[in-house]
C-alpha cells in the first residue's frame, strides 16, 4: 500500500506557542487513518498544513509522492472538513453546494444531487440550511469537501458536539466513502473510543508530536485481557509476581495491580499470593479500555 501522505519533523510555532514539534506521520493509500489527540494538541495545525491553509515553520511534508513546490499541486486533490463548515443558513444545501460548485468550474449534470445522496442528504437538499440539525450540517460539509472528487478527505473534529445519532451517521458516511468511493480519510478527535469504530491506523499526537503509531490489531494487542488483582499490600505482592517471572504488571492504584501476561493462570497468581501472606480481596480478568491506555500515554486524566 502506497503512503500518500508522510510528514518528517514537521514543526509549527505560533509566536512563542509550539503548535506542532517534529511530527512524523505517515498515512497510506486506502485507509482510514484516525488522528487522536487531545484539544490542543495539533491535530488542526497539522491538517491546515496539509491542505496549504497553514505554512510550517521547519520541516517537511509529502503528498502523493511530491514534495517541495510540488506539494501546491498535490493540494487540489485534497477535500477538506476543518473546524465548521462555512455554510450560508438562508440557502438550501443544493444552493450551497451550487455555490463551490461554479467557482471550482465543474460541469456535470446531476453531480450535486450526486453528491447529496453520497452525504444522505438526498431528501433534505430544497430545505434551508439554517433549519439542520448539527450532524447534517456536518454531513453536507463533507458534501462540499467531495466537490471535485478528492482522492484524500482531511476531517477534524468531525463528530463534535454530536448527538448518539449523529455520530452514528457521520460514522457510517466516512466508511461508504472510505469503501464505495475508494477515498483515503484521514480523520481527527480526541476520542479513541470513537476513532476505534472506524479507523484501520491509528496516530496518537500529544503536544504536538507523534508519540505512537499503529494499526488496528497492534492498538487491540496493546488494550489486551489483563488480570486485575485488588489487595492491601501492592509492595509484598511486587515481589511475589517477579518471583514466579511475572515482569509485565503495573500498580494501576494503591490497592490495585494489573497484571498483563498469563491472564489464564489467575488462579495460580492468587494462591501464590495466599501463600506468601498477601490476602486477595478480589481478582478477575479485565480488559483495559481505550480510553485508559490513551489517557496511559498522555499522562493520566490529571492532564486531561
Not at 184 to 189: E, F, K
Not at 216 to 241: G, M, N, Y
Request: glycine share 10%.
Amino acid at each position: 500500500m502506497d503512503t500518500i501522505v508522510s510528514t518528517n519533523c514537521l514543526t509549527k510555532v505560533y509566536k512563542k506557542e509550539r503548535a506542532l514539534d517534529s511530527l512524523t506521520l505517515h498515512v497510506k493509500k486506502g485507509e482510514i487513518y484516525g488522528f487522536i489527540g487531545r484539544n490542543g494538541a495539533g491535530k488542526t495545525t497539522c491538517m491546515k498544513i496539509l491542505c496549504g491553509l497553514a505554512a510550517p515553520t521547519s520541516g517537511e511534508y509529502s503528498l502523493f509522492g511530491r514534495t517541495g513546490k510540488d506539494v501546491g499541486k498535490m493540494q487540489e486533490r485534497i477535500g477538506n472538513l476543518i473546524e465548521m463548515p462555512g455554510l450560508y443558513p438562508n440557502m438550501t444545501a443544493y444552493e450551497n453546494l451550487m455555490c463551490k460548485y461554479i467557482a471550482m468550474g465543474i460541469h456535470r449534470k446531476g453531480y450535486i444531487e450526486e453528491i447529496l445522496e453520497t452525504v444522505g442528504l438526498g431528501d433534505v437538499g430544497r430545505k434551508k440550511v439554517k433549519k439542520f440539525s448539527l450532524g447534517m450540517k456536518q454531513r453536507l460539509g463533507i458534501g462540499m469537501a467531495l466537490l471535485g472528487e478528492p482522492d484524500l478527505l482531511l476531517l477534524d473534529e468531525p463528530v463534535n458536539g454530536l448527538d448518539p445519532q449523529g455520530i452514528a451517521e457521520i460514522r457510517e458516511t466516512v466508511r461508504r466513502l472510505n469503501r464505495e468511493k475508494n477515498i483515503t480519510v484521514m480523520i481527527s478527535s480526541h476520542i479513541l473510543e470513537e476513532l476505534y469504530k472506524v479507523a484501520d491506523t491509528f496516530g496518537i499526537i500529544h503536544k504536538g508530536t507523534l508519540i505512537q503509531e499503529l494499526s488496528r490489531k497492534q492498538l487491540e494487542e496493546k488494550c489486551s485481557d489483563c488480570i486485575k488483582i485488588c489487595l492491601a499490600d501492592t509492595r509484598r505482592a511486587c515481589i511475589v509476581l517477579e518471583d514466579m517471572g511475572i515482569q509485565n504488571y503495573k500498580v494501576a492504584a494503591p490497592d490495585t495491580i494489573h497484571v498483563y501476561e498469563m491472564p489464564g493462570r489467575s488462579g495460580e497468581i492468587n494462591l501464590k499470593l495466599s501463600k506468601q501472606g498477601c490476602m486477595v480481596e478480589s481478582i478477575q480478568i479485565v480488559r483495559e479500555s481505550l480510553e485508559e491506555y490513551f489517557l496511559e500515554l498522555t499522562g493520566g486524566a490529571a492532564n486531561a
